[in-house]
């Protein structure tokens, strides 16, 4: 485990600690922790971490935890962002279990600088992972409550594709992990999001390109094991937050609906399957939101802020 921070590429504010990981089938392993610089002594942390195709960049977003008295610190796990390495392919796992490994490193971290209260936020593919890490993760008594943001918990598909084709591809993980189906992942929501485009956010496109990644057979089989477990119940015991958008974007191509409902997943799912996570559910849809919710228009985040801010008030106390 690297011993100490070191400067980070948001800038001056945030700094980042490398936590090598054992190897793995396609070699060297780490995850990367990155902290908003510590301002003053506070009794509560949050771990953020990030969504599929994605790393953390949302430096808004620190900055309103830290307001709120969080120590604000967020995971980039294996092979995404500034985890990725040379020889790795981008966002690749056989089992999402794979990246409890990270968040027990990153968890310990936290813990060892004094945090003994932990919200783990977390957005998309990270909401997946974070459910059922907060339901069987070695260290999920680490955790006092969950917040997620526009979580994964079903593929956003057609009936026929999720019937027939996905099933088939997640098979086929097993014997051919490293094989890439041909993609259809649209771009419109990249599009949306960064500022040369039609967005308003500046990040690094190699890290998050506007095409998503290419999925393998291997990943595709992992998150349907995840999401079968999700239709099967889990048994988180804190207190989870889901928040979703209230529309997903039904048209094919650009549409203003992108900056106004979620792009990527089927909000009807998440708003279905969230009662599944465990007993202290609590679920919010977010007018006019975007995939993820913190991104939209300034009106629709400052909500969501207002949203979680109270349900941790209210939560934690």
């Known amino acids: 485990m690297s011993a100490s921070y070191q400067p980070d590429v948001l800038g001056p504010d945030f700094e980042q600690r490398v936590l090598p990981q054992p190897d793995d089938y396609e070699g ?36 309103c935890y830290q307001q709120h008295g969080y120590q604000f610190y967020a995971l980039d796990l ?20 794979e990246y409890y490994a990270d968040l027990n490193a990153a968890l310990a971290v936290v813990q060892a600088e004094g945090y003994a209260t932990v919200v783990l936020c977390a957005h998309s593919t990270g909401g997946l992972i974070a459910a059922l890490y907060a339901h069987e993760g070695a260290q999920r008594a680490a955790v006092s409550a969950l917040v997620l943001n526009s979580p994964f918990l079903a593929l956003n598909q057609p009936w026929l594709k999720k019937q027939v084709a996905i099933p088939l591809a997640a098979a086929l993980g097993q014997l051919l992990p ?57 048994a988180i015991a804190q207190p989870v937050l889901v928040l979703h958008s209230d529309r997903t974007v039904r048209t094919r191509g650009w549409s203003n609906d992108y900056f106004r409902a979620d792009g990527v997943l089927d909000v009807r799912d998440i ?10 559910i609590a ?25 979680v801010f109270a349900w941790l008030a209210t939560t934690l106390g």
């Open 271 to 280: 708003h279905a399957l969230a009662p599944r996570l465990g007993a202290r």
């Open 178 to 234: 490293n094989i890439s189906p041909p993609s259809d992942l649209p771009r419109e929501y990249g599009l949306s999001l960064h500022r040369d485009y039609r967005g308003e956010w500046d990040y690094h496109l190699p890290w998050k390109p506007l095409v998503p990644f290419p999925v393998s057979f291997g990943w595709l089989r992992a998150v349907r094991a995840g999401h079968r477990r999700i239709r099967q119940g889990l």
């Open 283 to 307: 679920v919010k849809a977010i007018a006019g939101g975007m995939h993820d919710l913190v991104l939209s228009v300034p009106p629709v985040r400052e909500q969501v802020y207002r949203e």
């Open 28 to 63: 060297a392993v780490q995850c990367t922790l990155v902290r908003l610089r510590p301002s003053g002594p506070v009794r509560r942390a949050v771990l953020y971490v990030h969504g599929f195709s994605d790393y953390f960049f949302q430096r808004e977003m620190a900055y």
């Open 78 to 97: 294996r092979k995404y962002g500034r985890s990725w390495l040379p020889h790795q392919r981008p966002n690749n796992v056989r089992d999402l279990r």
